[in-house]
């Protein structure tokens, strides 16, 4: 089976500043997807980014970013100009390409605050 | 546009009672998720359903139970709620489990067992 693990419980970061989330994970599988998701005080899940295994080229979406290490299966996610917005809790995801019926499994999460 | 709605947001329950978590999506996805997210933790899948009349258990399914008989609708099923019931839970569904496959999420239901 395969384990995320989020060994940040809470992070800080100051507005504008750049704040990187850590995420590794275990697999014997090749062929993947890792996910990052937002979770703030309305308990939304909300995707931020995702990556595809097989792509070596690190996904990104605006501010967010991804360090994708195939190889350390280690999947972080870089916020650059933080937010205030962006305080919330943060998951890292995990979900099999093939099989699995596309089941995810959670990290325990990452709770990130914004200081003004 | 809906997307997953859950039904109700938030419920009080005494040890022993019953109870039926409602979703249902409006995307026509064939896959259906039940999470719950304790306090500080993460995700943890109850029962998934691959379409219709198709439920299959997940981590944690002990003590629930699901049906899945219209596309749409996912019902989850307390019989004999429990304090380590307590928790937050989330429905998820999503289109396909391919490279686009991504999971849509409810609010949530706020559950409380005393």
């Known amino acids: 089976a395969q384990t995320v693990t989020q060994s940040q419980p809470e992070m800080s970061v100051q507005e504008a500043e750049t704040v990187t989330l850590s995420c590794t994970y275990d697999t014997s599988e090749s062929d993947y997807y890792l996910f990052w998701y937002k979770q703030p005080p309305s308990r939304q899940m909300i995707l931020v980014i995702r990556?595809?295994?097989?792509?070596?080229q690190n996904a990104t979406e605006n501010r967010f970013s991804v360090n994708f290490q195939k190889a350390a299966k280690s999947f972080s996610l870089k916020i650059s100009d933080s937010q205030l917005g962006d305080a919330a809790m943060y998951f890292c995801a995990y979900r099999s390409y093939f099989t699995n019926a596309g089941k995810s499994t959670f990290g325990d999460g990452t709770t990130l605050t914004v200081k003004p | 546009n809906a997307g997953v709605t859950q039904t109700p947001k938030f419920r009080i329950l005494k040890i022993g009672q019953s109870m039926t978590l409602q979703c249902t999506q409006d995307?026509?996805?064939?896959?259906m998720y039940w999470y719950r997210q304790d306090p500080g933790m993460g995700l943890k899948l109850i029962y998934y359903s691959v379409g219709a009349g198709i439920t299959d258990k997940g981590e944690v399914p002990n003590g629930y139970n699901v049906s899945r008989s219209t596309t749409e609708d996912f019902p989850l099923r307390l019989e004999l709620a429990a304090p380590s019931q307590t928790s937050v839970y989330f429905c998820a569904s999503s289109l396909t489990q391919g490279s686009k496959n991504i999971q849509y999420f409810g609010a949530g239901t706020r559950l409380s067992v005393l």
């Open positions: 995307m026509n996805h064939n896959y």
């Open positions: 990556q595809e295994a097989y792509k070596q």
